[in-house]
């Protein structure tokens, strides 16, 4: 009867022995899990600012585009609105060409 206790208690050490080092492993990998946390968390906020960054880029790029074919299309429509006056004043020259011959 005696030895069946001895055993038992030998067996409860050693249980006890096994769940004290698993705990300990178990902390250990939990802290490794949360610094890898922290840092993707770090990464994804590093991300989501050079993603802002690149936007306001991409909008102040945009609207100087829009405005260089704004200006363009102005030149060009000044450039065709003026066409018709420099074929007026051409005409105008070769009729006086013909009046004063």
Same mark, same amino acid.
Request: net charge positive; no cysteine; aromatic share 6%.
């Given at each position: 009867?005696?030895?069946?206790?001895?055993? %038992?208690?030998?067996?409860?050490?050693?249980?006890?022995?096994? #769940?004290? !080092? *698993?705990?300990?492993?178990? !902390?250990?990998?939990?802290?490794?899990? *949360?610094?890898?946390?922290? !840092?993707?968390?770090?990464?994804?906020? $590093?991300? #989501?600012?050079?993603?802002?960054?690149? $936007?306001?880029?991409?909008?102040?790029?945009? $609207?100087?585009?829009?405005?260089?074919?704004?200006?363009?299309?102005? $030149?060009? @429509?000044?450039? %065709?609105?003026?066409?018709?006056? !420099?074929?007026?004043?051409?005409? @105008?020259?070769?009729?006086?060409?013909?009046? #004063?011959?």
């Amino acid at each position: 009867m005696e030895i069946f206790g001895f055993a %038992i208690t030998i067996m409860s050490f050693v249980l006890a022995w096994q #769940t004290y !080092k *698993n705990g300990k492993w178990m !902390k250990e990998t939990a802290k490794g899990q *949360n610094s890898l946390l922290g !840092k993707q968390t770090e990464m994804i906020g $590093k991300q #989501t600012e050079m993603i802002g960054e690149l $936007k306001n880029t991409i909008i102040e790029e945009a $609207k100087l585009t829009r405005e260089s074919t704004q200006a363009i299309l102005l $030149k060009i @429509s000044e450039m %065709i609105a003026g066409v018709p006056k !420099k074929t007026a004043a051409l005409i @105008s020259e070769e009729n006086t060409e013909y009046k #004063t011959k």
